[in-house]
């Protein structure tokens, strides 16, 4: 890989930051929205740097200097290395796979088989949640329905004794998950929750023991539920699973941000 070659892959890479964060919300899939600036910062002095490699060796082809297309002067007398320590090694390469995985192949956010396979959110302890952390689930009379974020459910679920989402219809947003051990037991209503990138994600869900319909919907589809918790009645914190009957159900589009 000479330099030109090597000012191209730095171009890519810039171009690649900049794509997924300028024109599109790729970068979502990965991260969270508050990297977007530091993204873009890095995409435009990667652009800047190839593009500066670049110009540099043309001129120098052009004049006809020693040094152009990888070269830094001709080799001394007797100084026969056998390689150009001015070119990178063919393992550079490697760095445009992360292009290619951007422009060809655009890996999809995480999804079922992530929160098949990664811990799911722990109970925090009964001494750092109250129900005065949550918000008002406003009148308890009201027939509309309550919109939580799936974290907000299950932290609840697990925390307020006061137990203010009984008896409430709740709306869920997420995407679908298969119960281990079979359609029989249920699906799962799940979404991920990142603190930093999409490495550090942890699985909010929810057990979904009645719903519309004989079998559960597709894997990895994203709806909206309306139903009601099923208070375990008992010790919150020694639940597992949080159950949810399901009202009515939406099959939605994937959000632009799929994580919470």
Wanted: proline share 8%; hydrophobic share 45%; aromatic share 8%.
């Amino acid at each position: 890989m000479n330099r030109i070659a090597q000012g191209m892959v730095l171009v890519l890479l810039g171009t690649a930051a900049l794509t997924s964060t300028v024109f599109t919300d790729l970068y979502l899939n990965y991260v969270q929205a508050w990297f977007r600036p530091f993204l873009i910062a890095s995409g435009v002095v990667l652009v800047a740097l190839g593009l500066a490699v670049i110009v540099s060796e043309l001129r120098l082809a052009v004049r006809g200097e020693p040094g152009a297309e990888g070269g830094h002067g001709a080799p001394a007398d007797g100084d026969h290395g056998g390689h150009d320590h001015a070119t990178a090694p063919r393992v550079a390469w490697l760095l445009l796979l992360p292009v290619v995985s951007v422009f060809v192949i655009a890996p999809p956010a995480l999804g079922a088989y992530t929160a098949e396979n990664a811990a799911s959110s722990a109970p925090p302890s009964s001494s750092s949640s109250s129900s005065g952390d949550f918000g008002d689930l406003g009148d308890p009379a009201s027939s509309a329905p309550v919109e939580l974020k799936l974290q907000e459910f299950v932290m609840r679920a697990w925390t307020d004794e006061d137990r203010a989402m009984a008896d409430r219809t709740i709306k869920l947003t997420g995407f679908v998950v298969p119960h281990p051990d079979g359609p029989d037991n249920g699906w799962y209503l799940a979404r991920l929750q990142m603190a930093c990138c999409a490495a550090d994600a942890i699985v909010n869900r929810v057990l979904v023991t009645e719903f519309p319909g004989t079998e559960p919907p597709e894997k990895d589809t994203w709806w909206t539920v309306q139903g009601t918790w099923q208070d375990p009645d008992g010790d919150l914190q020694s639940v597992r699973d949080h159950r949810f009957s399901v009202e009515d159900m939406t099959a939605v589009e994937n959000p632009p941000d799929p994580y919470e």
